[in-house]
């Protein structure tokens, strides 16, 4: 089965750059999106089509691509980006499975 | 808005089904694919399959083929999944979602939630 890698855990200080990469085999042959989920809560897409925010979600969030790496940037951290993000290559050929998630802790 | 309104908790015994309703509303129903999508217990996300509401094509993720089912009543907006054999590792909360309008691609819009539960 298609296998995504990110890092269990990201650790970043309030103000400041958190990154969670997102990689696979094919990754850069389709879209990403990336997702934020709180404890208790459904998740929220925050970044699709590799770099796009949709309506609502704040400019902190932005994403990229390199090859078959995804990044996910929050810039300027704040205390609600505690949460696990999820990436997921938007591609039938791999069942659109997800990443196996980070855990932002906001130290 | 849009919105997907998924139906209660459910208990069930290993080797029964369980069926899940979504109801859409804010949008017109048979245009956007509806996705399931499910989370164990501190577990990540993993998706299950596609229906398109307009003509009732599916897809399924090959780990639940044979054992997962999509279906909708258009007149009504819902969508429901249904999942048949149930084990204890099937123990989740199970979600609906539809895609970005814009690019079709993500899932910009989540029902609440049905936590479903297999225990004897």
């Known amino acids: 089965s298609y296998e995504l890698t990110q890092p269990p855990s990201v650790s970043v200080s309030p103000g400041q750059t958190a990154s969670i990469t997102c990689s696979g085999e094919?990754?850069?042959?389709?879209?990403v999106s990336w997702y934020q989920q709180r404890p208790g809560q459904s998740p929220v897409l925050v970044i699709h089509?590799?770099?796009k925010r949709p309506s609502g979600i704040p400019e902190r969030f932005s994403g990229s691509i390199s090859g078959n790496t995804a990044t996910l940037t929050i810039s300027g951290t704040q205390a609600m980006d505690e949460a696990d993000y999820y990436c997921?290559?938007?591609?039938?050929?791999?069942?659109?499975?997800f990443g196996p998630g980070t855990r932002v802790t906001v130290l | 808005q849009e919105q997907l309104v998924q139906s209660g908790a459910e208990v069930k015994k290993p080797g029964a089904s369980v069926k899940v309703s979504c109801q859409a509303s804010?949008?017109?129903?048979?245009?956007?694919?509806i996705n399931w999508v499910r989370q164990a217990p501190g577990q990540g996300l993993e998706w299950m399959g596609w229906?398109?509401?307009?003509?009732?094509?599916?897809g399924y993720a090959q780990k639940f083929q044979g054992r997962l089912t999509f279906t909708r009543d258009t007149s009504i907006g819902t969508a429901y999944m249904e999942l048949s054999n149930l084990r204890s590792d099937d123990t989740a909360i199970y979600y609906c979602?539809?895609?970005?309008w814009g690019s079709g691609v993500g899932l910009e819009y989540w029902g609440q939630g049905t936590l479903v539960t297999v225990s004897s």
């Open positions: 089509q590799d770099n």
């Open positions: 979602a539809i895609p970005n």
């Open positions: 804010g949008y017109t129903f048979t245009t956007a694919d």
């Open positions: 997921q290559p938007w591609d039938a050929r791999i069942s659109y499975v």
């Open positions: 094919t990754l850069g042959e389709t879209y």
């Open positions: 229906m398109n509401p307009d003509n009732g094509d599916t």
